[in-house]
């Protein structure tokens, strides 16, 4: 579903973001994509996504080539970004729709595909409400909805539950496992915890420096000893709770903010 | 040719999407023209005394063109702040289609303006010649065109907490030196020259003449090229803007 080598980033100014990753995603599998912050993380999800063009390597995108044929790819995968993209104003159901009809559907095929991507993420019925009405979870599933709208066979998740409490971590975390069971979507996600990377993957990725410095099952990575948390700092010489973005209290921390966006991961490796 | 036609499409259902926020929205239309309405009521009679209606609401047009429009941007910001534009980015809309559609819907939104300054203008005792002012409905498209295009790509360029400050003052010496307000002939040398450089001075000059029915003069026909001129390279520059990576 991907695969890429020796895909690099170099930003004007000669700083090298990444430097080569080579990575192969599978059909149907869930995998997670740790490092530490400026580690190229997120330089390496906007390069798969699109929306930055890599200066060296090549990589296939749900069979697509990245390079030559970015629009194929855009037409085959979902994205969710660290933020989200949710407007406070408008309603979200009208977006959404919008969203789906520039994936080429006739606004009766929208309609119905809104509809049914809404009442499997438990969102029927908040259609009309404007986006700064939504509770932090219920956002981040219409950020889920957003992504899955076109039934794209490849989702890409940047930091899905930064921010939201335990219980709409957990909620967001079924709804992935359960559409990767029932549709065989492939899910490639970042995360900045341990345990989400370490319950919701079956297959970890960790960068560092710009380049992929370990891999394997969770399971493998911490051969049967040590916490994932252990095997990153030792990796990383990092521990990764410390890479929290600045302003984000963390799982367990009450929501009551409305869930609005943390800290963009734009700038990162910039 | 089917690029083509995913482009129109494209551009199409954005301009939909747009318009009909800012049509339910309403606030965006009215704020935009308070300022040059205030002009009209409470200017306008005094202004009649020693001028015409016909001179004074084709400055009124500019002002609310620049104060308006110019202003456009905004939305933008606050799209790319929210993470909106990212979103659209990652569909396989052309990213020309998802500037122009705003775009468009920025110029009905002036359109509406500019209709709302005629009629309390003909209300007022304007006598501007009827297919003039229709003809003159169309340069306010094309100058809607250039004017959100560009605020547009302003926009994306200083970010969000410079643009209102930079973008506020920066028209206000693009309307006093079109003529809004007394008509550039009047003008010393220096002020008159510094006016020339500008582009909204030869569209405005050309609306006065559409209002008082000279179609067929030089005046016009200059007014109708710096608007097709403006229009095509300020579209291609916020296109330019826009498809950058990390705009």
Redesign the interface.
Known sequence: MIKTSGLSKTFPGGVDAVLGVDLTVEAGEIVGFLGPNGAGKTTTMRML?????PTGGTATVAGHDLLADP?GV??R???V?Q????????PVG??LL??A????MRPGRARERAGEILERLDLSGLESKP?GALSGGQRRRFDLA?GLVHGPSLLFLDEPTTGLDPQSRANLWDHVRRLRAEEGLTVFLTTHYLDEADTLADRLFIIDHGAIVAEGTPAELKGGTGTLDDVFLSITGRSLREDRPTGDPGPGAPDGTGGG?VA?A?DEG? | MSEVKDILR?TW??FL?NT??VLQ?RVGIVFGVVQPMLYLVLFGPLFATIGTWETLVPGLLIQVALLSTGLAGFGIV??AR???L????????HRVSLLLGRVLSSSVTLLIQSVMLIAVGYAFGMRAWLPGVLATLVLMTLLGVSLAALSNAIALNIGPEMFAPVMSTGVVPLILLSGAFLPMSMAPGWLDALSRATPFRYVLEAVRDLFRGEYATGTVVAGVAVALVMSALCVTVGTRVFNR??A
């Open positions: 996504t699109t929306l930055l063009r629009r855009r037409r995968i979902g994205y970004s933020g989200g993209g949710i407007g406070p104003a408008t009208d977006e919008l969203h009809m520039l994936y080429g986006g957003f966006p963009r734009a910039r | 494209d259902i954005v999407h009909r926020i929205q606050f799209d929210s993470g909106v990212e979103r659209l980015r990652v569909t396989p809309a990576e990390n």
